[in-house]
């Protein structure tokens, strides 16, 4: 699932009173009630989008997720009907642009297909979620994809200029490393230079490109230490760090291409963030 940034947001307001409401019922058990419906026949592939809100609640009528808590558009891509069987996914693929329903689902199922998570211990064995959806759009998921792609170059042909600027203003001389790391050395080290699948141990300060600091390892007096190619960090950090001699202390600009990317890292790193670090190699084995 996947936020859409650039779509109207519109209210997603229904009457609960479910139990009043008469449920059908699909071969699978999924239960379904329409609040509002089109006469129009969903014309639906997989691969397209929907763009939608969704809440749903426990049998307590506890509410457990909010999609307009988590993003301003929400999507998801529309899976093959064949693998939703007996989850809320399987519902939605009734549905035209516009319509509102209800959708009753074994928790489990949800939980373990749709999710792909273990079920959480407060779920009761054989609880069913009620779903509230209205679907306010359904994309080609050609154009939504083209939408993106389009979103994320422009994005990031603004990053490398603000980069640009940053390197011409700290007045350093950083090399281009042929991955697209930015490498400028602020103490000379010994040796060789670090190779692949080796266990290192250095301290580093991490921050963004505006000063604003988000990790310091010598604050919490402890050194990292993690092998490369073991998925720990983030592509460019390992690149840079592969470029080290033992005891050379360094500063990598990191675009967000080889770091946390167009969507950033919730609560922590921004999307588009440009990453710097100053790294000091300690060791290597």
């Not at 940034?5 to 609960?16: H, M, Q, V």
């Not at 999710?115 to 959480?120: E, F, I, L, N, Q």
């Not at 400028?184 to 580093?204: F, R």
């Amino acid at each position: 699932m996947k936020p859409l940034f650039f779509l109207p947001l519109t209210l997603f307001l229904f009457s609960c009173g479910s139990e009043k409401q008469e449920f059908q019922t699909l071969p699978s058990g999924v239960e379904y009630f329409f609040v509002n419906k089109t006469n129009e026949k969903s014309i639906v592939k997989q691969g397209d989008v929907w763009n939608l809100e969704m809440e749903y609640y426990n049998s307590n009528d506890s509410l457990l997720y909010r999609s307009k808590d988590v993003a301003q558009d929400f999507v998801m891509y529309v899976p093959d009907s064949n693998s939703v069987k007996g989850s809320v996914e399987e519902g939605i693929l009734l549905m035209n642009k516009s319509d509102s329903a209800l959708f009753r689902v074994d928790a489990e199922i949800f939980f373990t297909k749709s999710m792909k998570k273990k079920v959480p211990t407060f779920i009761k064995q054989g609880e069913k979620l009620l779903f509230k959806i209205k679907l306010k759009d359904i994309i080609d998921g050609k154009e939504y994809q083209k939408s993106i792609d389009d979103w994320i170059n422009k994005m990031m042909a603004q990053e490398l200029l603000v980069i640009r600027d940053y390197i011409a203003n700290e007045n350093l001389k950083f090399e281009k490393l042929d991955s697209g790391v930015f490498k400028t050395v602020l103490k000379e080290g010994k040796g060789n230079v670090l190779a692949s699948h080796k266990k290192v141990k250095i301290n580093y300060i991490g921050h963004f490109i505006d000063g604003r600091e988000f990790d310091n390892t010598y604050k919490r007096k402890e050194p990292f230490v993690f092998s490369l190619d073991s998925g720990k960090t983030v592509k460019g950090f390992e690149i840079g760090v592969s470029s080290m001699k033992k005891s050379e202390q360094a500063r990598f600009i990191i675009p967000s291409s080889l770091g946390y990317g167009p969507y950033g890292r919730a609560g922590v790193i921004p999307r588009f963030a440009t990453l710097i670090f100053d790294v000091e190699m300690i060791d290597f084995e």
